[in-house]
């Protein structure tokens, strides 16, 4: 079935250092999602993208709608012990009812 | 003021039994899921329904039925429980099934089968 491809799986990193993650795809989306899960919790929506070349912000955060529609990056800025998780993106086509994620980016903090 | 709420949150049975996961959300949404999350954390939609209509019915084993009384619930029963339903089922729901309506989760049930 259709699958995204995100990478890196994990991330360890130091806290107050910058963290990019991306994803990619086969086919071309016409939406694509940023959610970060909590442990026993909910994926939670961070940032929501709907035009090919969109730049969006969301406080730290930054996505980027890729320009050829097949991929999408998220980046954090000066990374904080909160940001620790899972980010998931997921993609849907016009049309398409189901939305599909990626296999998740775990994201740990060193302090 | 839980959007979407679904429980229980932690669910331990045993084999062969027959058990059921609620889901409501008060956010006024037509559209609503049950997406299943594997131990690697890989999620899968199972099915969606939109205004009590079914919509997504992807390959689940037919032991597993939704059920939308409403627009505001869907329930999940599954019959006969096997070891490989293991797993966290999240319920979603958006304001419609379209493109540009982002999915917003309740905090999972985590299913334990012995």
């Known amino acids: 079935g259709q699958q995204l491809n995100q990478s890196p799986q994990s991330m360890f990193i130091q806290e107050g250092e910058d963290v990019s993650m991306n994803c990619t795809s086969s086919s071309i989306f016409n939406t694509w999602l940023w959610y970060k899960q909590d442990p026993g919790e909910g994926p939670v929506l961070l940032i929501a993208l709907y035009k090919a070349g969109e730049l969006t912000s969301n406080g730290r955060l930054t996505a980027q709608f890729g320009i050829t529609r097949k991929d999408s990056f998220l980046n954090i800025s000066a990374s904080i012990p909160s940001d620790v998780g899972i980010y998931f993106c997921a993609g849907r086509r016009r049309g398409a009812q189901k939305l599909v994620f990626g296999q998740g980016t775990r994201l740990t903090i060193n302090p | 003021d839980t959007a979407v709420s679904q429980t229980p949150k932690y669910l331990v049975t045993q084999m062969g039994n027959d058990k059921s996961i609620k889901c409501e959300q008060n956010?006024?949404?037509?559209?609503m899921y049950w997406y299943k999350q594997d131990s690697k954390k890989f999620l899968k939609i199972m099915f969606s329904?939109?205004?009590?209509?079914?919509?997504i019915n992807e390959t689940v084993p037919n032991r597993f039925s939704p059920k939308s009384p409403d627009k505001a619930h869907l329930n999940l029963h599954i019959n006969s429980l096997e070891l490989g339903d293991s797993a966290v089922y999240f319920c979603a729901s958006s304001q419609t099934g379209d493109f540009n309506s982002p999915l917003h989760f309740g905090n999972g049930t985590r299913l334990t089968v012995t």
């Open positions: 329904y939109n205004n009590k209509e079914l919509i």
């Open positions: 956010l006024g949404h037509d559209t």
